[in-house]
């Protein structure tokens, strides 16, 4: 267990709704990040967040937006859902911003969109 | 642009035997590269990490190698185990001021026993 704690485990849902993952980091960490892993991209950094402000983007589309609130955790919003959407969606959380602070990842949050 | 290639995709080996597997990084300025194993339906979880001022970095049967100016590092496994099967995931941090991590297309290791 890595402390990073990810709900729901599981999402089904249609085309075009809008869904929200949350993630709470661990005690401790200021640091979030998210990422998604589909079959034919790897995992693929979306975005991060360092004690309530955003502090990098990756490949985010405009679709997802996230924040992370005073108590530091983080909700990802997926809108306009898209059959390609369909991923495990992974939080990860570090102590501190910048490199070589270990990132500790939650169990992920597997949606699927039909 | 940020990139890193990662080979192979898939590896097969012996149970004792050794295994390698190569990561290319594109940003110059990446200065800090992990390693991630991931079983079936689980998280990825640090299994070694290097940073840019370090060439080699061992933990037990595990050992990472870092060319800088090559832009391309490695993790060796050796005495490989039935349990080492899984997939693993090169990244890179290409900035010192996010520590955003770029990862590799993952490579499956199978080991037979």
């Known amino acids: 267990d890595s402390g990073v704690t990810q709900t729901p485990k599981h999402l089904i849902t249609a085309t075009g709704q809008r869904v929200t993952l949350r993630c709470s980091p661990r005690?401790?960490?200021?640091?979030v990040y998210w990422y998604q892993q589909s079959l034919d991209q790897g995992l693929q950094f979306l975005i991060q967040?360092?004690?309530?402000?955003?502090?990098a983007k990756g490949n985010i589309l405009e679709r997802f937006s996230a924040q992370q609130f005073p108590d530091l955790h983080s909700e990802l919003n997926l809108s306009s859902l898209e059959l390609g959407d369909s991923a495990l969606y992974f939080c990860?959380?570090?102590?501190?911003?910048?490199?070589?602070?270990?990132?500790?990842f939650g169990p992920g949050t597997r949606l699927t969109v039909t | 642009g940020e990139n890193v290639e990662q080979h192979p995709s898939t590896l097969s080996v012996q149970e004792g035997d050794s295994a390698v597997i190569k990561c290319t990084y594109s940003?110059?300025?990446?200065?800090?590269f992990p390693w991630y194993k991931q079983e079936l339906g689980k998280r990825p979880q640090l299994i070694i990490d290097i940073r840019s001022n370090v060439g080699e970095k061992k933990d037990q049967r595990i050992a990472v190698t870092l060319n800088k100016t090559a832009k391309h590092f490695s993790l060796h496994i050796t005495e490989t185990q039935p349990e080492d099967s899984a997939v693993y995931f090169c990244a890179a941090s290409p900035s010192s001021n996010t520590g955003k991590l770029i990862f590799g297309q993952g490579t499956t290791l199978q080991v037979k026993p």
């Open positions: 967040y360092y004690n309530g402000e955003e502090r």
């Open positions: 940003d110059s300025a990446s200065n800090y």
């Open positions: 990860a959380s570090s102590v501190a911003v910048g490199s070589g602070y270990e990132q500790y």
């Open positions: 005690s401790g960490d200021l640091s």
